[in-house]
């Protein structure tokens, strides 16, 4: 791969990286494979999306690939009967897999614990007969407010066991956030932990959890299972609340795992859309399975001896899918870690890296700014020639940062591979592989069986090199299934603004070599460290503040978060501007919404700019 001696013209666009001849080599799918995939899945999606389905163990194959006949509700794999969990877990169990690494987990303060594919078998059916004794069965809820431990792997996994839908609450996000979701869920039981180690700090989790269920928001809750970790004192209702050890201590290592219809919901996980509230995006067990575990192998294009770590959380889409589902799924070692990147300090990423000999690391643009601001010396004192290729997902990677991932961790020999997905998208869908020829900036083209383009607003294709909206043109498997109580807006938004095509919400833009360069978002939601934030939660959390009359928020650019928030607050009669003010607006929306989410800037103003017909004009604010 060439590779670029100074730091000079990184914002030129016409870099190009090709792939070393060694990487060609060892690669299982070469660039002529990627290239007849593509043509194959042009030609006949319904057929190439069926072969990656026949890679999986199904209970009863499909009677058809796609059901279009309620398009846009498209339905896939009908009549299949699968469990995501029997293809990540009991099929290693027959294979050389059982005894290699599934998990390797470590605490921020330096503990560890590795599961064997057979250990993790062994606890998850442990925890699926706990919840079955807890009374949950298919087709119930269950809420999950959880840091990076082991026992998240294992709770999502028991509840797909079971057939109950787990629904992830992001640690970071605050009671306030957890209670609403609990509201609208309904959940039978919440799983959470007493506390966790972020950052040299004990994060008291349970007590949020208290703090969302005062006066009952759900009466389908009867139980609260609280995993121990960070031995913080924690008031335990002893009609509700269960300590995960003592649920687990004498459970049978065999639960049965339930024979699930390919369109029945594995697990719902909000994000912030282009309508003001967040939204329940449902995936299911059959295409879901078949996305992730085609692109997981495709993107990464996984050997037996690869140790993957994915640096998200699992509180993400991005932790769903390729912390927990694809690695299990491809029979892989997946790593997990608790803490802090810059805890005890800057190295701590490389450090685990050279410890456990991680092959694939996939992190954010967001990750790597932050990082790259303490230069070459930490990554120097660490042998990180294991790694093999890097990913990234979340935001738009900057030239320059790509540029240092690859000359600073990567040796020069490592493809940066930024892959394009979203919620909705449940898998990674605009992406290189490593045998591709790389433009930093951009997510190259999209893969087999992925028709995207870019548009305009009447679905009409842009000349290369404009600016437009980001589209996908036919259904693929990972997609979502439905929104949770909302379903209306898969006929009316995603498919309907343009109709017959599936509308990102982003903006993009296709070079003459067909490669897409994705800008941001299209609408009012926020991408701060590549987490999604509407503009509207935002809002309604600062108009909920006493002193505060109106407010609107825009997102700002930010050399390290990729985008921060400012907000522009008019104040109640007789409230008066201050710092102190300003100060304790940024701490309310952080009690609101959680200590991740952060107004960098508070603009106190007489009056905000209205339309005639009352609107605030966000634009002209930008
Ligand atoms: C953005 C995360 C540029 C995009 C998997 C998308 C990206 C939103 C990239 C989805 C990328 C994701 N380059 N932007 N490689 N990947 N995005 O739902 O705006 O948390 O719509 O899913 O992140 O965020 P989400």
Redesign the pocket.
């Known amino acids: 791969m060439e590779h670029p001696d100074t730091l000079d013209n990184l914002l030129h666009e016409e870099r190009v990286f090709r792939p070393l001849p060694q990487m060609i080599i060892e690669a299982g799918i070469n660039p002529h494979d990627l290239n007849a995939a593509k043509e194959f899945a042009a030609s006949n999606p319904e057929g190439y999306w069926e072969e990656a389905a026949d890679e999986l163990g199904w209970f009863k194959k499909w009677d058809k690939v796609l059901d279009e006949t309620d398009a846009p509700f498209y339905r896939w794999y009908t009549g299949a009967r699968c469990n995501i969990v029997y293809n990540a877990l009991d099929r290693h169990i027959e294979t050389v897999n059982k005894n290699r690494l599934a998990l390797i987990w470590e605490g921020e303060p330096g503990d560890q614990k590795q599961f064997t594919y057979y250990d993790l078998y062994r606890a998850v059916n442990r925890f699926s007969n706990a919840l079955r004794s807890l009374g949950v069965g298919k087709g119930d809820h269950v809420v999950l407010y959880m840091p990076q431990l082991p026992e998240t792997v294992v709770s999502m996994l028991a509840c797909a066991r079971i057939g109950a839908v787990h629904s992830l609450v992001f640690s970071g996000f605050s009671a306030r956030l957890l209670r609403e979701r609990i509201k609208e869920i309904q959940p039978k039981v919440v799983i959470t932990a007493d506390g966790f180690y972020r950052n040299g700090q004990v994060v008291r989790l349970k007590e949020e959890v208290d703090r969302a269920l005062i006066d009952n928001p759900a009466d389908s809750l009867e139980s609260v299972v609280v995993v121990h970790r960070a031995n913080v004192e924690v008031v335990m209702d002893s009609s509700r609340d269960y300590w995960y050890a003592d649920l687990v201590r004498h459970e049978k290592t065999q639960a049965a795992a339930e024979i699930m219809d390919a369109n029945d919901p594995l697990f719902l996980l909000y994000?912030s859309g282009t309508t003001g509230k967040s939204k329940g995006i449902v995936h299911n067990h059959g295409g879901y399975m078949v996305g992730v575990h085609r692109t997981f192998n495709m993107v990464f294009d996984l050997k037996p001896t690869d140790i993957f770590w994915c640096s998200a959380d699992p509180g993400?889409?991005?932790g769903h899918s390729y912390m927990v589902y694809g690695p299990l799924l491809a029979g892989t070692t997946t790593v997990m870690y608790e803490g802090h990147a810059l805890y005890p300090q800057a190295d701590r990423l490389w450090h685990i890296i050279s410890k456990y000999g991680v092959t694939i690391f996939y992190t954010s643009p967001t990750q790597i700014r932050t990082l790259m601001r303490f230069g070459p010396k930490y990554p120097n004192q660490h042998d990180l020639s294991s790694l093999r290729i890097l990913g990234?997902?979340?935001?738009?990677?900057n030239p320059e940062a790509w540029i240092w991932l690859h000359k600073n961790i990567g040796r020069g020999q490592c493809p940066v591979l930024?892959?394009?997905?979203?919620?909705?998208?449940g898998m990674i869908m605009i992406s290189p592989t490593p045998v591709s020829v790389l433009k930093p900036g951009s997510?190259t083209k999209p893969l087999p069986g992925i028709e995207a383009d870019v548009v305009d607003s009447c679905g009409e294709p842009v000349p290369a090199g404009k600016g437009g909206l980001l589209v996908i043109r036919r259904p693929w498997p990972g997609m979502m299934s439905s929104v949770y109580k909302d379903n209306e807006l898969i006929r009316k938004h995603y498919w309907g603004r343009i109709p017959g095509m599936f509308y990102?919400?982003?903006v993009a833009r296709k070079d003459e070599d067909g490669y897409f360069w994705?800008q941001?978002?299209a609408d009012d939601?926020l991408?701060i460290s590549?987490?999604?934030i509407g503009t509207a939660e935002l809002e309604s959390a600062l108009t909920g503040h006493p002193d505060v009359a109106e407010a609107v928020v825009i997102g700002v650019p930010d050399k390290i978060k990729g985008q921060v928030a400012k907000a522009f607050v008019t104040l109640n009669h007789g409230v008066s501007p201050s710092d102190d003010l300003s100060r304790a607006l940024k701490e309310h929306i952080q009690r609101e919404l959680g200590p991740v989410v952060i107004v960098k800037s508070i603009e106190f103003k007489d009056e905000l700019p209205k339309t005639s017909s009352g609107k605030i004009e966000r634009s002209s604010l930008c």
């Open positions: 994000t993400w889409i991005t990234a997902v979340g935001e738009p990677f930024d892959t394009w997905w979203q919620t909705e998208a997510v990102a919400g982003d994705i941001g978002r939601v991408n590549g987490h999604r």
